[in-house]
């Protein structure tokens, strides 16, 4: 049975930081395309990031492009979203997901991942 586990969120004040940590058990991560999506109150679910092995592509919301990046710990088995100069709009429950195939964009937009974890809330505010 695989499951994700995202932890790390919590509350910061802006322009702080986060490492957001997914850690799998059940399934490797190491050849796997990896999916970041947000989740902000009253909305609906969004792309973060998502990068495809698949194709080596990646994708960054354009909101978290040069904040945020996506990276892979194999020994760990563990996928990350380290988040800088965080914003209030940043907040959210935030998903990671895995095992999707093709580009990272369309992985993005479809959410077309086979595995979900339950989320972790980040809070920005002062």
């Known amino acids: 049975q695989v499951q994700l586990v995202e932890s790390g969120g919590g509350l910061v004040q802006p322009g702080g930081s986060l490492r957001l940590a997914c850690a799998a058990s059940?399934?490797?991560?190491?050849?796997?395309?990896i999916g970041w999506f947000r989740q902000a109150p009253g909305e609906g679910r969004k792309a973060v990031s998502c990068?495809?092995?698949?194709?080596?592509?990646?994708y960054y919301a354009d909101s978290v492009k040069g904040r945020f990046t996506v990276s892979r710990d194999i020994a760990k088995n563990t996928v990350y979203l380290q988040m800088n100069n965080l914003r209030p709009q940043d907040t959210g429950v935030y998903y990671c997901?895995?095992?999707?195939?093709?580009?990272?964009?369309?992985?993005?937009?479809?959410?077309?991942?086979?595995?979900w974890g339950k989320g972790t809330q980040v809070i920005v505010s002062s």
């Open positions: 990068v495809s092995t698949s194709d080596g592509s990646t």
């Open positions: 059940g399934f490797t991560v190491d050849q796997s395309s």
């Open positions: 997901a895995l095992d999707g195939v093709g580009p990272a964009g369309r992985l993005c937009a479809a959410g077309s991942f086979s595995y």
